[in-house]
């Protein structure tokens, strides 16, 4: 099993920075697709940025793309996320999740991932 730990959400104002991590721990090695997805308030869960492992191939959504850059450090199993030129639009929860495949989780979103983080919260104040 696979097991996603958030950190680094928080409160910032409009335009401002924040970065978000997530560590994976357990068996990792079947991983490929990493990411991350978010949520709103009353709206459907939505991918905003994944990395493959094994190719460091990326997808971003378009409404962050230019703003919001995914790493990954391999050696801590951590993948990153650093959020700049916040808008109050990027107000959600955002979850780590992780898939076998890069290319599923590209291109069906949320639809098949099971393996979940427990969410942070992050809030963009205007």
């Known amino acids: 099993q696979v097991q996603l730990v958030e950190s680094g959400g928080g409160l910032v104002q409009t335009g401002g920075s924040l970065r978000l991590s997530c560590t994976a721990s357990g068996t990792t090695g079947n991983i490929d697709g990493i990411g991350w997805f978010r949520q709103a308030p009353g709206k459907e869960r939505e991918g905003v940025s994944y990395?493959?492992?094994?190719?460091?191939?990326?997808h971003y959504a378009d409404s962050v793309k230019g703003r919001f850059t995914i790493s990954t450090d391999n050696a801590k199993n951590t993948v990153s996320l650093q959020m700049n030129s916040l808008k109050s639009e990027d107000t959600a929860v955002y979850y780590c999740?992780?898939?076998?495949?890069?290319?599923?989780?590209?291109?069906?979103?949320?639809?098949?991932?099971?393996?979940w983080g427990q969410g942070t919260l992050v809030t963009v104040s205007s």
């Open positions: 990395i493959s492992l094994s190719t460091g191939m990326v």
């Open positions: 999740a992780a898939d076998p495949s890069f290319f599923r989780m590209a291109e069906a979103g949320h639809k098949y991932v099971k393996i």
